[in-house]
């Protein structure tokens, strides 16, 4: 049976869910006004039977289309709606407030984090040479006429056929987050991939240490860089950037990011080539050039494999709240994704390299229980401090560095 690609729209006057069949692309309407009953049985066998996908249903289609077959009239739900979009609160805490419980029966995959990037649904659809890019072309508080009713249904549906697209191009990571949710009994199909590391991680730590495990509630605001131990450079520069950087205090914001030194934002020279240190990692500053390779030289391309993982093990770094059981967990992932490559089973690596380098991302979610921004900087900055010292050492050989980037160089 096939997939059902769904999308709701909400005015003061009028209710619409529309659903697009992806394998016969037939197309049901369910609407609400004066001139519509809504078939809350159809739409509830719609919701109970079939495996729904949407663009960004969980924040907003599903709880609409609850409340809807709960009997909500147009104008409950068109308040509903303002709320969600306008409130800046996540659907989740609006939700819970309102004790809005979707059915746990209700099958649904949400796009919008698997997606790669965070961008609205028109601009993927431009990305994906959808042939009808459409606005919403009638402002949304306004009360419908008939004729105008027809024109959002007209255009609900390029907006199905857009999300049908979108998700035709990002199939395989859907089925190889199926794959996860069956291997570690958790529904990842709608999570990012940071999202889906936490959660295996967390399933993993909890089916280790019997604990469960939360954001932290104290987290760190400010900080300092520790030294590694694995830095030495050569050059006066750099070894008094790594100087300034050990003694540099560095601080979140109210999001819990951490704030970039205003002194880390000039350039360093190595080579007489400028490069930008970060918060996230190295990027050389070339705007525009052409290398070609000649009779006596390569180019060539050096990066990393796993990268910042490597250094979290290296380093042993792990939030406070978790402790060892973090590493225990992580190290035995990038063990079965070694073993994973050597013997080529394409869905293990490619699940386990989610897991490993997802979750990197996670220490600088406030939100997260992995969050220590303390690690998070540990990590970039180790490891760019480490590209800088292998920088250094190629043009000391006389090897030219055409470029670098967060994990790897090119060079000439």
Not at 328 to 355: N, Q, S
């Amino acid at each position: 049976m096939s997939n059902v690609i769904i999308d709701t729209e909400v005015y003061k006057n009028y209710f619409l869910l529309s659903a697009l069949e992806s394998e016969t692309g037939r197309v049901l309407h369910f609407e609400m006004s004066d001139k519509h009953t809504l078939d809350q049985n159809k739409l509830s066998a719609l919701m109970r039977s079939r495996t729904t996908i949407s663009f960004n249903g969980n924040g907003f289609d599903l709880p609409i289309i609850y409340c809807a077959l709960m009997g909500w009239d147009n104008a409950k739900l068109k308040a509903l709606s303002d709320k969600i979009i306008k409130s800046n609160m996540p659907a989740w805490r609006i939700m819970r407030d309102m004790q809005i419980n979707i059915p746990k029966q209700w099958d649904h995959i949400d796009l919008i984090e698997v997606a790669p990037g965070r961008s609205s649904l028109k601009i993927y659809g431009g990305r994906l040479h959808q042939k009808k890019l459409e606005d919403l072309p009638i402002d949304p508080d306004t009360v419908l006429s008939y004729e105008e009713m027809d024109k959002i249904k007209s255009y609900c549906i390029n907006d199905l056929e857009t999300t049908l697209a979108l998700y035709r191009s990002v199939e395989k990571a859907v089925d190889l987050r199926v794959s996860m949710s069956e291997q570690y009994g958790i529904d990842l199909r709608s999570k990012s991939d940071a999202q889906v590391a936490e959660e295996v991680i967390r399933h993993e730590l909890t089916r280790i240490t019997g604990k469960r495990y939360n954001k932290p509630d104290n987290p760190p605001t400010s900080f300092t860089y520790q030294d590694p131990h694995i830095i030495s450079f050569e050059s006066d520069s750099l070894k008094n950037i790594f100087s300034k950087l050990l003694n540099t205090t560095f601080n979140t914001g109210g999001n819990g990011q951490v704030q970039m030194p205003d002194w880390l934002k000039d350039p360093v020279i190595v080579g007489g080539k400028p490069y930008q240190m970060g918060i996230g990692g190295l990027h050389s500053q070339e705007v525009a050039q052409y290398v070609k390779a000649g009779s006596e030289h390569d180019l060539l391309e050096l990066d990393v494999a796993a990268y910042y993982p490597s250094i979290i093990l290296q380093q042993n770094l792990a939030p406070q709240t978790i402790g060892k059981p973090f590493l225990d967990v992580y190290r035995t992932l990038v063990e079965r994704r070694i073993v994973a490559k050597r013997e080529k089973d394409k869905v293990a690596d490619a699940m386990l390299k989610i897991a490993i380098n997802g979750s990197f991302g996670k220490l600088g979610s406030i939100y997260s229980a992995f969050y220590a921004p303390d690690l998070l900087i540990q990590t970039t900055v180790t490891g760019q401090l480490a590209l800088l010292m292998l920088i250094e050492r190629l043009v000391g050989a006389g090897i030219e560095v055409v470029s670098a980037n967060t994990d790897g160089v090119v060079v000439y």
